[in-house]
């Protein structure tokens, strides 16, 4: 089947800009997770979704951050004001939500690069 | 706090020689501790979990509660292993977030 999908793949910006990074996760995935992925700080958790609520926002980096998903199922990753420091590959990971910490399954990621 | 430290940013080894890349980790309570690996230009990908106790690719992984540790092993390397290897921890029992190290680049060369 398909697996967690993320769009766009490339997203070059102007400091100041906003962006929104798109996510699809696996159909039926209760679970979906904000990754992001950068040369100095490694993978580090922004935020993990239970349905359509956040009950861990603890790794977004500032209030410039924001996500929603809606309807279960796709989620939108938004950063204001973009800096350079924002650079960063940006990964969605979506699992099932049973009775144990089940496997994230990663979308290939959006690369964005803040000039 | 919960942290995952994996010493080594580069391993390089022949193929056919033994592997083990190291994981040492601090969390309070009882976590549940996963590798990830990423292929040169794939998705990350899941390896194997403790819990599985299972032999993938050949990768083997025990989890040590008294060292705190969850090193990974291959007794023969081969190319196709060379990748970015990550391990990582989460909250045993529910959907959480993934806690990974900064990860090991595996080399395998002839």
């Known amino acids: 089947g398909a697996g967690v999908s993320q769009s766009p793949s490339n997203k070059v910006t102007e400091k100041g800009k906003d962006v929104e990074l798109r996510c699809d996760p696996i159909s039926g995935h209760t679970a979906l997770y904000w990754y992001r992925q950068s040369l100095g700080q490694g993978l580090e958790f922004l935020i993990y979704?239970?349905?359509?609520?956040?009950?861990?926002k603890s790794g977004l980096p500032s209030d410039r951050f924001s996500a929603e998903r809606t309807g279960g199922s796709v989620s939108t990753l938004t950063i204001q004001r973009t800096q350079q420091e924002d650079s960063a590959v940006y990964l969605c990971?979506?699992?099932?939500?049973?009775?144990?910490?089940?496997?994230?399954?990663f979308g290939p990621g959006t690369r964005l690069t803040v000039l | 706090a919960q942290r995952v430290t994996q010493p080594e940013k580069l391993l390089s080894v022949f193929k056919g020689a033994p592997v083990e890349l190291k994981c040492n980790y601090s969390?309070?309570?009882?976590?549940?501790l996963f590798w990830y690996v990423q292929y040169s230009r794939q998705r990350l990908q899941l390896l194997l979990r403790h819990i599985s106790r299972e032999s993938i690719k050949g990768f083997t992984a025990d989890l040590n509660k008294g060292e705190t540790s969850f090193h990974l092993k291959k007794p023969f390397a081969q190319e196709e292993d060379s990748a970015m290897y990550y391990c990582?921890?989460?909250?045993?029992?529910?959907?959480?977030?993934?806690?990974f190290g900064t990860g090991t680049r595996l080399q395998v060369t002839l």
């Open positions: 969390y309070s309570g009882s976590p549940e």
């Open positions: 990582a921890l989460t909250r045993t029992g529910t959907a959480s977030k993934l806690t």
């Open positions: 990971a979506s699992s099932l939500n049973g009775p144990r910490a089940d496997t994230q399954y």
């Open positions: 979704f239970q349905g359509n609520s956040a009950p861990d």
